[in-house]
């Protein structure tokens, strides 16, 4: 196949990313905006040997998991005319199939990098609509937008019906604008708090019973309803670890972001390690977890890993939270991960292959894991799960 060539095909599946999978004529090709069960026509955009792009130029037959858009700027197909926001991929599915495609994506994944079948995953869906309270915007000539799903633009946004009700106003108001100097940059609201990046960005966030400082430039989770749902999960798997291990020991919170989960699990441990590489992130959660009760470490996870293995006799933990970044644990940490003294591991993923890399050496020390998929980012390919770790008794 060759850019330009125009094939029929029928969509297997949804692809890690969001784009359809088909195979015509043997070949794999990748079609964003399609869903499984479509019969369609489309030319390739860009062939890379193996396997190519393409967009659509004909929905022949639909797939009955196919839903009507509530954007106007979702595109239609990658070769639609007219403005195109990329902020979402399977607006065009119900959000039923949508949960049934990651669910799918993860068991893939697992499969195919660590050759690990996985056993029941528990789903935890999110109100699909006015979920997003954090979204990243670009200065456009006119109001700010998100990039075109085409490339080479920004889309100016007069609403967003993902978006939190009050980033949803702020955007029908046009009053919004990008800050001085910020060609890029972030907005967060929810409830009477709004945050702006380049401007007001720093402020108290109420999270279940808690309120926590946080800043507009600093990433924190997106999805404030799902993200009470993990939290409230992780202290009941606290309190599950906490029934067969010594409560002596500290607890470990890896790649820490501003401190959120370790300052609800404060007052369940006697000590708390703080790994952040981002030392902003990292004088936030100095605020949000008690001093008294915390070590902080402004380290990359390749330092930590070097100086816990300096440490005689090896640091000992009651339970390790790891949520890393999208590309995962680096190879020292999976070594080191592999090999800790903890009951339990819960790892925190945004991306499904990098968990099942990272899943395929741990379990060298430790069992299979048990995941839940939260659904974090309704209407987009971007997969949020929960895999819980036990630690393999010797012999």
């Given amino acids: 196949m060759a850019a330009g060539d125009v094939f029929e095909a029928e969509i297997e599946r949804i692809a890690g990313g969001g784009a359809g999978l088909a195979r015509p004529g043997g070949k794999v090709v990748f079609i964003p905006y399609s869903a499984p069960g479509d019969r369609l026509r ?7 040997g193996g396997w190519a792009e393409a967009g659509i130029l004909e929905l022949i037959s639909a797939s009955p998991l196919r839903e009507e858009p509530r954007c106007p700027l979702y595109p239609a197909a990658v070769l639609s005319a007219g ?99 910020k060609d890029r940059f972030t907005l967060y609201a929810r409830g009477e708090l709004r945050l702006l990046e380049g401007g007001q960005s720093r402020g108290k966030l109420r999270v279940r019973d808690r309120e926590l400082l946080m800043d507009a430039g600093i990433f924190f989770q997106s999805n404030a309803a799902a993200l009470e749902l993990l939290i409230g ?31 609800f699990l404060a007052d369940r441990f006697p000590r708390i390690d703080l790994l952040e590489r981002n030392p902003a992130a990292l004088a936030l959660a100095r605020t949000n977890v008690p001093p008294e009760k915390a070590r902080f470490f402004a380290l990359t996870d390749n330092e930590w890993v070097k100086k816990k293995e300096r440490e005689n006799p090896p ?23 592999g090999r800790a003294p903890a009951p339990l ?26 995941l839940k998929l939260f659904d974090f980012y309704p209407q987009t390919a971007h997969i949020e799960s929960l895999a819980v770790f036990k630690r393999k008794h010797a012999g």
């Fill in 42 to 48: 489309g030319r390739v955009i860009r062939d890379h």
């Fill in 83 to 181: 403005p195109d926001c990329g902020g979402c991929s399977l607006q065009h599915l119900s959000y039923n199939a949508q949960l049934e495609v990651k669910e799918a994506i993860i068991r893939e994944s697992f499969n195919r990098i660590a050759h690990i079948p996985l056993g029941e995953i528990t789903v935890v869906p999110s109100p699909p609509w006015e979920y997003r309270n954090r979204i990243q915007l670009h200065r456009g000539e006119g109001a700010p937008g998100f990039k075109s799903a085409a490339g080479g633009g920004v889309v100016p946004l007069g609403d967003c019906p993902v978006a939190d009700p009050g980033i949803r106003a702020l955007l029908r108001s046009g009053e919004l604008r990008a800050p001085p100097g």
């Fill in 233 to 263: 999960e992780i202290l009941d798997l606290a309190e599950e670890a906490a029934l067969g291990a010594d409560m002596s020991l500290p607890l470990a919170d890896l790649y820490c972001g501003v401190g959120t989960f370790a300052s």
């Fill in 315 to 337: 640091p000992e933990y009651g339970l390790i939270i790891a949520d890393p970044p999208r590309q995962g644990l680096s190879p020292a940490m999976r070594r080191w991960l």
């Fill in 345 to 370: 591991l819960i790892y925190v993923s945004c991306d499904p292959a990098a968990l099942a890399r990272d899943s395929g050496e741990l379990l060298k020390g430790w069992e299979k894991p048990v």
